[in-house]
């Protein structure tokens, strides 16, 4: 998901304001994602439309289960948390937490309660952080790190203007498309936005009021396992150009850790210390380019090519258009890969993963960007090693992508 501030955060789904997912932590029944067989370090990734909302498409959003430990070791496992490979660490809605009680983490210069407002393309995120456990699939944290804990009643509300300025509150089911984010990008902790708050008032930290430690502030949980701790391997279904009702893949932790994360054979793209590289597209370059699963279309200027009255990209017939990957850093080779783009409204409505919606980005120049969103990982398997993680292919961060 797209952002620009002291990191970047998910957003390009929210951006949208698709759809929330279910009913807030429940267990992962009748929800679950359809199984698929996985080790360890493994868990399937279903992209589908959730059955709580019956007004909303959730459109190209992948979910994941992720359980989450108070520190008596109670847990609970909540569905239909979005995989972000554009932000950094977990988020939960509190209310889908509603079976347990995490000990909220605190400041003591001024004192109170840790709050972090999280800024995205489409608006913000508030909410209190705590400490807790993380396991998902076979594999957890070795010890409790930083969360945050979305539209805690907790706090107070959001400070204005430092948090509400910037957008629309988005901290609710139906504006965040699910019970979370699970940011697993290539840095481990998001260097947000922080405040200490008492139950009338927060104050922002800043260098004068003491800043929390690096230590303290919401962190990748991936970081934090035992081991395939460096980075994480998307590896999604090809799917038809008019769609599919669903789609299921895998979410690997760890890159070249073992055999089943292996990138041998993929093309490498190293990343800059922002996470972006350049696309050339149409003969327009954009400097601050990524890939990010949290965007639900991909988003790149297309010249010449029509809108439908949905605001997305619809040429006369299903189109290739080429695009070259080549890194802002180091002395790399390219990659040559191109958007799949054909007219959404040609789409049954019932199909929630499709791989060629392409809404309009950025100008070009070296701060614009194309968003390869989740569209982009249909057919693919993508890793991201996180930055200051070593892999025979190389040291983070960087990109390594297989298929077309």
């Given amino acids: 998901m797209t952002v620009r501030s002291a990191c970047r955060l998910a957003a390009g789904a929210l951006a949208l304001a698709l759809a929330a997912c279910g009913g807030g932590g429940s267990p992962p029944a009748a929800n679950a994602p359809p199984a698929v067989a996985t080790a360890a370090n493994q868990v399937p990734v279903s992209v589908m439309q959730e059955p709580a909302i019956a007004n909303k498409r959730t459109i190209n959003i992948p979910y994941v289960t992720v359980t989450v430990c108070d520190?008596?070791?109670?847990?609970?496992?909540?569905?239909?948390?979005?995989?972000?490979?554009?932000?950094?660490?977990?988020?939960?809605?509190?209310?889908?937490?509603?079976q347990l009680?995490?000990?909220?983490?605190?400041?003591?210069?001024?004192?109170?309660?840790l709050g972090e407002c999280a800024t995205f393309l489409g608006g913000y995120l508030w909410g209190s952080v705590a400490r807790a456990t993380v396991k998902i699939g076979?594999?957890?944290?070795?010890?409790?790190?930083?969360v945050q804990l979305i539209a805690d009643p907790a706090l107070p509300s959001a400070p204005s203007p430092s948090c509400t300025g910037t957008g629309a509150d988005i901290g609710s089911l139906d504006a965040l498309g699910g019970n979370g984010i699970l940011g697993v990008g290539h840095f481990v902790h998001d260097q947000g936005v922080y405040y200490s708050c008492t139950a009338s008032s927060c104050t922002q930290l800043t260098s004068a009021a003491g800043n929390i430690p690096v230590s303290e502030q919401v962190a990748n949980p991936v970081a934090s396992f035992a081991t395939d701790n460096n980075g994480v391997i998307l590896e999604m279904p090809p799917v038809p150009d008019a769609g599919a009702p669903t789609a299921t893949g895998v979410l690997t932790f760890g890159v070249a850790t073992q055999a089943d994360n292996a990138i041998a054979g993929y093309s490498v793209l190293a990343a800059d210390a922002g996470g972006n590289f350049t696309a050339v597209l149409q003969g327009q370059t954009y400097g601050a380019s990524f890939i990010d699963s949290g965007s639900n279309r991909t988003f790149a200027t297309l010249s010449g090519v029509p809108l439908n009255r949905s605001g997305d990209y619809a040429p006369a017939a299903a189109t290739t258009y080429p695009v070259t990957l080549r890194p802002n850093v180091g002395g790399g080779a390219s990659i040559a890969t191109g958007i799949r783009v054909m007219d959404s409204e040609q789409i049954d409505a019932s199909f929630m993963a499709i791989d060629d919606i392409v809404d309009p980005g950025t100008a070009a120049g070296p701060s614009g960007y194309v968003d390869l969103g989740m569209?982009?990982?249909?057919?693919r398997s993508i890793a991201i090693l996180m930055s200051g993680r070593t892999s025979p292919q190389g040291t983070g961060p960087l990109y390594a992508i297989r298929g077309p």
């Fill in 71 to 98: 520190a008596a070791g109670n847990c609970q496992a909540v569905d239909h948390v979005v995989v972000d490979t554009g932000s950094y660490g977990l988020r939960i809605l509190r209310s889908a937490l509603n």
């Fill in 101 to 113: 009680t995490l000990a909220p983490m605190t400041v003591s210069t001024p004192p109170g309660r």
């Fill in 138 to 146: 076979g594999e957890q944290t070795t010890a409790p790190v930083p």
């Fill in 375 to 379: 569209p982009y990982f249909y057919g």
